[in-house]
């Protein structure tokens, strides 16, 4: 909904909007590879949404958010991302 924007970062360089529900991440230091934890919520949470991470490289992150009900994607007021691994 909106122009995104990052609030706040560590290792965060840019994020692309990917069209509705589709966020990519960019990371400024590359993760040593694509095996790394990437955890994604969102906010308002309302009923049968949530965040799933479509896309693991070591350089970048995407996340969708859905409505698991009717099978669609649907922009959230706030995405929030976490990463955990070797750089």
């Known amino acids: ?6 609030d706040a970062s560590y290792n965060l360089t ?3 909007d990917g069209g509705v529900g589709i966020t990519m ?3 400024a230091t590359d993760m040593s590879s694509a095996n790394y934890c990437a ?5 308002p949470s309302v ?6 991470i479509t896309s693991r490289a070591a ?15 649907d922009d959230n007021e706030n995405l929030n991302v976490a990463v955990l691994g070797d750089q």
């Not at 955890?39 to 906010?43: G, P």
């Not at 009923?47 to 799933?52: K, L, M, S």
């Not at 350089?59 to 994607?73: D, E, V, Y």
């Open 47 to 52: 009923p049968n949404n949530g965040v799933e």
């Open 39 to 43: 955890v994604a919520s969102a906010f």
């Open 59 to 73: 350089g970048a992150t995407t996340c969708t958010a859905k409505n698991f009900a009717a099978n669609t994607t």
């Open 25 to 27: 991440c960019t990371w």
């Open 1 to 6: 909904t909106g122009t995104q924007a990052i």
């Open 14 to 16: 840019s994020i692309t």
